[in-house]
């Protein structure tokens, strides 16, 4: 079938078959500014266009409809109007990884063309409702639009040195859809492929059959765990995740892969993978993690155990100071799973270089451990194998582990031809690690003074059934379970369980957010036994330097910060319940940085390019949105003194700089002390020309959680203080506003920890009211649409103000703290307690308002 019609003025033709426009965009005429977030579903946005001067989701728009018709993508926005845009989400901060931008960007358009300078904030904010961004919280997306709209001049500059606001790293390029993410990126030669998944959680696999799969058109190879030559099982930590399951294995979760198939087109590959015929004897999935750590069958093959980890401590008697105490609390919580809905699903390119190695491009979080397992995989020396980053289009945390990055690389290096595989977005559900459930049961105490005595959690949380990071998540909850709080007396264990359910690993927030919101419930059933406010028994409790804190640890100066969010919060909540507003608060701390006794490493590298005058500047993190290219680039401003303008930020494996994943709020401190340490080497070398200025930033002082060894052990370098304030509406339950105070040691660039902050909040609204990622008995999501998440909508999210506080991290490059997680953590605990004063109910399960969001309606209680 050729269809013809006009794309962005000139007369183009298709003649492939294709499922949908966007496909037949991006696949045949390489148009690639729509991005494909969720096709066919349609529930995303990103590939929003216009047909004849109206706004379609592509993805759903059948390709014969559009014969004849005119249609524009972005590539076709006459020049100045792209530079507009450009400059006013540059200048309002209103992109992080950039994902969603280019489709919002086209329905902004459509609004203006009809409104112009009439157009209405709450208008455009309703008009969003078929776009979802997960990075910004829709707060400067909308004042980008809106300075547009009126014509106000706006200014891109991107930043000077540490402490100025401007304009994010290549955000122009990103607004407009220039900057290509892994899935835009074409080579000559290029071959896809599609990955078969299995049909049951826990099965062993008695056959596979890849005949009719090979014999369909256009497909090139088809492979399996047979076709491995070197090692199956990849992971973080733990290499118990196998890259394929082969016959006579048996399979662990529904993610599970069990072939690639490689053809000439996306579309071939994906048709003839369903063509895979495989043979099962299937086995009763383990699917509840409480009952699975005593259950005699092992969920997980290649292991021993249901217990993935147990982390404990304990100090002082916590049964006498619980029986001493004048009020007690014993309460269950009970957290849910939780998918990252990254609009960008995972996407790996494979190429075989000229010298014999292969070069990978990888969004994924960490380029080194994806460098080591796929040579491992390959049974090839790492010198052998380049992985590069490309930015990706968001992550959270969820694409830590390798996706499809190992079957690609496989594929490539067997056929000896380029490969690109891009999960669906059906697959990515499944693939991925989530955020883990967590029941946690809680026994406090506190005196009649509200001061605390004691407090006792046991915690056990679902981390389906491969490892990832799930052990160092539960060592997190159990780390954090106190919150930010003297506590005297204390008892805590959190186990890890594997099950068949998906599997849980590192998401914002890392087992931190799961734990104080329990906490945060406990502190105020304290204070209403105790007869004092929230904000009180939160100051007369609060840590301070040189007190112990949870686990032992003796804290520093930097943890002065919790406090001074607090004082900055109490006007908010005394002028809130003077309007007869019902107030919750929030206190929460998260870890920045690895700790637990790891020696955590980055390198950076400054390089003076005499060709082209350009500075490279190298380090060892993912830019996933958050913004850590931007640091790189101030903190060379700030110690070099150049214009940012010749910066280069870049990140591959040809230099030895990164060490981990990027995880726990770590990147700016890591990178801003490692830039800063290099651009000082490149000062006292005269800055010469065409060499390597190296240096690198360790922290190697912390000591792991529960070691006896360290009665007051430092689990963890720096930490990021906040408060929250929710303010809602005593008749109605509706959220009226969130106040988001936090403490970042030092803001290298206001604006944009401003966005942070703005979308973690709207991350952890969604975590409290709505978002649920539930499976069933057979171990398989229940949610299989963007829109079946609960994820808050433009029009959904409340007024979000934010204050940024600054004491001072010591032992950290200008005094920084990590901002990336902090965001949702006092969220959860917030919500609960503005709404609690609405109607006098408890909450003590998650999410709590599953259907009506932040507004009044049905709502999990119990």
Known sequence: MTVAFTLNGSPVEVHQPHPHLLAALREELHVTSPKDGCSPQG???????????????????????????????????????????????????GLQCGYCIPGIVMRAKAQIDKKGADLQRD???????????????????????????????????PPGGVGSSGAKYEAGALCLGDRGYVDDLRVEGMLHGALRLTDH?????????????????????????ADIPGTQRVGIIYQDWPVFIGEGQRTSYAGDVLAIVVAETRQQARDAAELVHVEYEVHRPLTDPVAAIDDPEIAVWGTDSNVLSRSAYARGDVDAALAASAHTVHEVFQTQ???????????????????????????GQGVWDDRNQIADLLAIDRSRVTVELVSNGGAFGGKEDMSNQGQTALAAWLLKRPVKCTLTREQSFLIHAKRHPIRLEYWAGCDAAGRLTAVRVRGVGDSGAYASVGMKVLERAAGHASGPYRVPAIDVECVAVRTNNPVCGAFRGFGANQAQFAMEGVIDRLAVAAGISGWEMRKRNVIHPGEVWGPGQIMDEGCAGAEACLDRAKPHVDAARAAGKAVGIGLGLKNSGLGNGLREVCGAVVRFRSADGKVEVRHGFTEMGQGVHTVAQQVAVEELGVDPARIEVIVDTTRELGFGQTTGSRGTLMVAASVQQACAAARAAGCTPDVDHAAEHVVDWTQKLGDPTYPNPTIHAAFGYAVQVVVADRETGAIERVVAIHDVGRAVNPRLCEGQIEGSVHMGLGYALTEDFPSDDRGYPTNTTLRSLGILRPKDIPPIEVE???????????????????GLVPTAGAVAEALRQADGQWRRTLPMRRDNGVGRGAETTG
């Open 201 to 225: 959680a826990r099965a062993t696999v008695r056959r596979i059959d890849t005949a009719a799969a090979a014999a369909a058109p256009g497909v090139v190879g088809v492979f399996t765990a």
């Open 43 to 93: 529930q995303c946005g990103c590939c929003t266009v216009m047909i004849d001067g109206k706004v379609q989701i592509s993805c759903t728009y059948d390709l014969a409809k559009v014969a004849g018709r005119e249609v524009l993508t972005l590539e076709g926005v006459e020049a100045g109007e792209r530079s507009r845009f450009a400059e006013a989400f540059a200048a309002c901060g």
């Open 337 to 363: 799973r939780i998918e990252h809905a990254f609009l960008e699903p995972e996407s790996t390119l494979a190429v075989l270089g000229d010298d014999g190695g292969l070069h990978v491009y990888s969004g």
């Open 123 to 157: 208008d455009m904010a309703r008009h969003l409702g078929a776009h979802l961004c997960r990075c910004t919280g829709y707060v400067k997306v909308l004042d980008a639009i809106e300075a547009v709209a009126t014509g106000r001049t706006v200014d891109a500059a």
């Open 804 to 822: 940024l506080v600054e004491v001072p991290q010591p032992r950290s490059a200008y005094g920084i703290k990590g901002v990336g997680e902090i």
